[in-house]
């Protein structure tokens, strides 16, 4: 069936202008329907230009030697609106192939989904995996997303075109060379070619191989081992754009694939090895090629650094003869080349063969990192550490991130994904944003650092796509110990009147300072339950003082029960009579450890709150189940942690449990390492159910004909296995607020469908029976009966097919207003039943019309989230009576 595609004219109509149009439109219908065109392959890829905006250029391959030829296309933009291209260029291919370029611009209503065909009316002839090929209608279709969140999205540029030849019974491999300028993630799957509005052809197959089909998801190799069968073949390939693990869009590229009977044997590429780089290296890679058959070999290259405006690589043959060719490749790689996808470099080597060319296809990464971060400084403070460092050479990075250890450790970064590895003692503590904020002062989350310990850092810097630099230079520091210098704060008895804290600090450390001062000492321990208030009290002090400072440790009664955290300090007074004074100002610091705890649904968040001069290593869990009133006390160890937090799952909810933690830690003071051992005090906590679950996924589809909206999901229930229903909410635009709807009350049903409702945005939700609900799902708009469309074919013969004229998808239409029109511009048939449903009478005699082609103008009245819509459609319908019907014949006047 021949079918012409519907133009988009103005919303008014006037029959004048109809009358005009009749006879230039009615002749270039039947020189169409005279030629049968010669489409091949072709892509739709896209561009950002600002906003809304992008522009969209249109690539096909088609047939020299036909007489058709499209100077125009129609392209439908998948937002209820249609425009017709015109060709930019063409160029002239070998193999009576031709490329022809269109490229124009559309700006877009809002954020969304769209999906963006182009069809011709027919494929070239004999594609053997396509029944009837010159018959069914040629597409392409590129979905892409507008999202504010995901940032602005460029196509991926297809460097090789999509038509090469293949050998019968020989391995064919081909790439389509995709390179991403935005850096997205790609990956590549077969699809099905397509017909007319995008929809996949129902006979199509794949083409049969002796062992396999397939394309390769990450590198787009598609190999095809081996054909079995001389012909022409269309293949599609749909290649798939991801950021931050989201589909951002995909374009299905159609390809033709030419495959003859022939002895010439491909040309082999030597294996090329992965290249990583730091930004500013010259890359150097030397490419091979031989020919078994002995054939001159043409060797070529493409892939995103070829297209640079400042440095771009280049590519040069070397040397050369009868059956091989060295080429080199070579690309000076500066700053603004950094980013985390490697740069993917596709060799195809072409032979010269006097019969048929073989090619085949080669990959190879460049993948190019930031330089480390220079001159990293850093200065101890009192209770702080001060960094600096210069300024990242890659003015595109987002910022730096701050990394710690304790003590010097040896940084070993992978050299293709740079940053720090999780195994280098290295902690990241911060991030922060702009390349221009070069100083961090880190003050352990305002807690203070501990003094005599070595902390040593690096910085690296991050960029939006998950790119790091190589680490900075290691710069280290360390706070000087203040004195007396402090050992434990040992919470040794529970109990609200007696409880018991064991403080302790060190002698031996003093002996410097002791010397430059006249005597006798005094130790002042000091106790405060809010140190930031300042209201410290004095507990004790040496009396007589003491010129040997040999007590240096003290029991403190107090509620270790209900109070929760102490605070101590020792100062060290020099006594002389008449001349008393604090000997330093650097006075320690000391708490008592805590579990603090958060209760969670079966199980604890516990946190070692404590502030300490000294490092913890290890932190032991104790745990009880509370029996009564009063605490427990005969506890079990249950776990180990080397943080400072520590998860413990296992609990019923409803029972409380207390918890103890014993701390396992160190200092270094004057290159002497002393360690310690205190416990905490108690805490205790109930457990329950606040956990939300998991957000489910949401898809959906619009049942035009059926009147409803289809929602399905999927819930991981091993994420959250007590979900107990779904609720769902709904806004008819995107912009009102959600509102939740309806409720599905059975965990395992996981569709639903909205009677009457065929437009509108939905979130879903899965709720527990405690009343925790979770974070929303994806939000999935449904717009999808816009495909309202009419044929330009019907045979009102009374052979019971085709015998009324009826619309494609009038689901979704509220009305229409059709009008159509004899070439004599009379009209000879209205409704307003979206149906249509014309039986190819005339209005006024309710006879057949006579056979020929007939002119309409359709007003059609759409819901759509935006609101009601009128499009208007125009175009003509060819019209052959069976020679049953009584055709009206018009009487002379």
């Known amino acids: 069936m021949f079918r012409v595609k519907n133009s988009k004219f103005g919303m008014q109509t006037s029959r004048g202008k109809i009358r005009k149009l009749l006879g230039v439109l009615v002749f270039s219908a039947f020189c169409a329907a005279g ?6 392959a072709g892509q ?63 700006t877009y209503p809002g ?56 050998a019968l019974g020989r391995v064919f491999i081909h790439n389509p060379s995709a390179f991403d300028i935005d850096g997205d993630s790609l990956s590549y799957e077969l ?100 020919d078994p058959d002995n054939d001159r070999i043409q060797l070529t290259a493409t892939g995103g650094p070829f297209g640079f405006a400042i440095a771009p690589a280049t590519f040069t043959v070397v040397s050369e003869g009868d059956g091989y060719v060295e080429a080199l490749f070579t690309w000076q790689t500066d700053n603004n080349h950094v980013r985390k996808q490697p740069y993917v470099i596709t060799v195809k080597a072409e032979d010269q063969n006097t019969e048929v060319k073989l090619v085949s296809f080669a990959n190879f990464n460049i993948t190019v990192l930031a330089p480390k971060i220079e001159q990293l400084n850093t200065l101890a403070e009192q209770k702080t550490i001060k960094l600096n460092w210069q300024p990242t050479q890659c003015t595109h990075a987002a910022g730096y991130e701050i990394y710690r250890s304790i003590g010097a450790n040896t940084v070993s970064p992978d050299s293709c994904i740079g940053g720090i590895p999780a195994e280098s003692g290295y902690i990241k503590i911060a991030s922060q944003t702009g390349t221009d904020n070069t100083i961090y002062v880190d003050d352990n989350n305002g807690r203070g650092l501990s003094p005599g310990i070595e902390y040593c850092y690096r910085v690296v810097a991050y960029f939006v796509d998950g790119a790091r630099s190589f680490p900075s230079n290691e710069s280290c520091a360390t706070l ?73 440790t003290f029991t403190h009664i107090v509620d270790t029960k209900d109070r929760h955290r102490h605070y101590y300090k020792v100062e060290l007074w020099n006594m002389e009579a008449g001349n008393e004074y604090l000997m330093d100002n650097a006075v320690e610091t000391a708490s008592t450890l805590y579990p603090a705890l958060t209760p969670s649904d079966r199980s604890a968040f516990i946190t070692f709150e404590r502030y300490t001069p000294w490092v913890n290593t290890e932190y032991t869990i104790f745990r009880c189940e509370k029996n009564g009133t009063d605490i427990c006390t005969q506890m079990d160890s249950v776990g180990v942690a080397f943080g400072e937090n520590y998860h413990d799952t296992g609990l019923i909810n409803g029972r409380e449990y207390c918890y103890r933690i014993r701390s396992r830690g160190y200092r270094n003071i004057n290159g002497i390492v002393y360690d310690n051992e205190n416990m905490s005090h108690v805490a205790c906590v109930t457990p329950y159910d606040n956990v939300s679950p998991c957000a489910p996924e949401l898809t959906g589809h619009v049942a035009c004909e059926e009147n409803h909206n289809t929602l399905e999901w999927n819930y991981d229930h091993t994420c959250m296995d007590d979900v107990e229903k779904y609720r769902i909410y709904y806004s008819s635009d995107n912009i009102h607020p959600y509102v939740c709807i309806d409720s599905v009350m059975n965990r395992n049903l ?43 074919v019907f045979t009102p013969n009374g052979d019971n097919v085709n015998d009324v004229f009826k619309a494609y998808n009038p689901g979704g239409v509220r009305k229409v207003d059709m009008k159509i029109f004899n070439r004599a511009g009379k009209l000879v048939f209205e409704t307003s039943d979206p149906d249509i449903n014309w039986d190819g009478r005339d209005k006024n005699s309710k006879r057949f019309v006579s056979s020929g082609v007939y002119y309409y103008v359709c007003d059609v009245y759409e819901e759509r989230i935006t609101g009601a819509q009128i499009r208007t459609l125009s175009g003509f319908i060819h019209v052959y009576v069976g020679e049953g019907a009584i055709p009206y014949v018009p009487q002379e006047k």
């Open 191 to 290: 699809t099905v070619c397509t017909r007319d509005r995008g929809v996949e052809i129902e006979s199509y197959r794949l083409p049969d191989a002796s062992d396999s089909l397939a394309v390769n998801a990450v590198t787009g190799d598609l190999v095809w081992a081996s054909p079995t069968k001389v012909g022409i073949y269309n293949i599609a390939i749909e290649i798939s754009e991801w950021r931050h693990r989201v589909k951002i869009g995909s374009i299905a590229r159609d390809m033709q694939i030419e495959v003859v009977d022939s002895r010439n044997r491909p040309p082999v590429i030597e294996v090329i090895g992965e290249r990583c780089v730091e930004a500013s290296t010259k890359v150097e890679v030397r490419v091979k090629a031989t």
């Open 111 to 166: 954020a969304g989904v769209y999906t963006i065909v182009v069809e011709d009316p027919n494929r070239n002839l004999g594609v053997e995996n396509i029944p009837n090929s010159v018959n069914v209608v040629f597409s392409v279709k590129t979905i892409f997303r507008i999202d504010p969140n995901l940032g602005v999205n460029n196509a991926p540029e297809l460097l090789t075109y999509p038509i090469d030849k293949a």
């Open 480 to 552: 000087l110990p203040g004195m007396p210098p402090m050992i434990l704060t040992h919470v040794d008895t529970i109990d609200n009147l007696s409880g018991k804290v064991k403080v302790a600090w060190l002698r031996k450390p003093l002996d410097d300072i002791l010397a430059a001062h006249t005597g006798p000492f005094q130790y002042r321990l000091l106790y405060a339950e809010d140190p930031s208030a300042g209201a410290w009290t004095l507990l004790y002090a040496t009396t007589p003082p003491d010129a040997l400072l040999t007590d240096t």
């Open 750 to 792: 996981q569709t639903w469908l909205h009677n009457g409702v065929r437009v509108g945005c939905y979130y879903i939700t899965a709720a527990d029976g405690n009343g925790n609900e979770s974070p929303p799902s994806n939000i999935v708009c449904l717009d999808e009966c816009g495909d309202y469309d009419l044929p330009n």
């Open 35 to 40: 030629q049968a065109t010669h489409n091949r």
């Open 44 to 106: 739709i890829l896209y561009r950002h230009i600002t906003g809304h905006t992008y522009e969209f250029t249109v690539t096909t391959f088609t047939y020299t030697l036909s007489a058709a030829d499209r100077p125009e296309l129609d392209i439908n933009w998948g937002d209820n609106s249609v425009s017709t291209m015109h060709r930019n260029s063409m160029e002239l291919l070998p193999d009576n192939y031709k490329k022809n370029t269109y490229i124009i611009r559309h």
